[in-house]
């Protein structure tokens, strides 16, 4: 059982920087893949970004390339979200999840992942 926690969530303006953090316990992290989704109100849960097990490779929605870098710290058990030159419409519950893969492996599907974080929250204003 892996438990997840996120932080650094918050008010910001558009054009700022924020960067979340998510912390992993209870798994052999390295063994995970690790990603990010987000959840505006009234909306659906959706991809932002996925890294493999060793950190090697990236995979990231359209919306968010060039602006968003996740990267992971597995001798910390920590995976990050960079977000830059963020916008109003970023503005939502961003979750991290995990879920055990080989190692190249990276997934953007929701059903793809096993264990989910209770989110922090984003807003953007304008």
């Known amino acids: 059982q892996v438990h997840l926690a996120e932080s650094g969530g918050g008010l910001v303006q558009a054009g700022d920087s924020l960067r979340l953090s998510c912390a992993a316990s209870?798994?052999?992290?390295?063994?995970?893949?690790m990603g990010w989704f987000r959840q505006a109100p009234g909306t659906m849960r959706e991809f932002v970004a996925t890294?493999?097990?060793?950190?090697?490779?990236?995979f990231y929605a359209e919306s968010m390339k060039g602006r968003f870098t996740i990267s992971r710290d597995n001798a910390k058990n920590m995976v990050y979200l960079q977000m830059n030159s963020l916008k109003p419409e970023d503005t939502a519950v961003y979750y991290c999840?995990?879920?055990?893969?080989?190692?190249?492996?990276?997934?953007?599907?929701?059903?793809?992942?096993?264990?989910w974080g209770q989110g922090t929250q984003v807003t953007v204003s304008s």
């Open positions: 209870g798994g052999t992290f390295s063994r995970h893949v």
């Open positions: 890294i493999n097990r060793d950190g090697d490779r990236s």
């Open positions: 999840a995990a879920t055990r893969a080989y190692s190249g492996f990276v997934y953007s599907r929701e059903d793809d992942y096993t264990y």
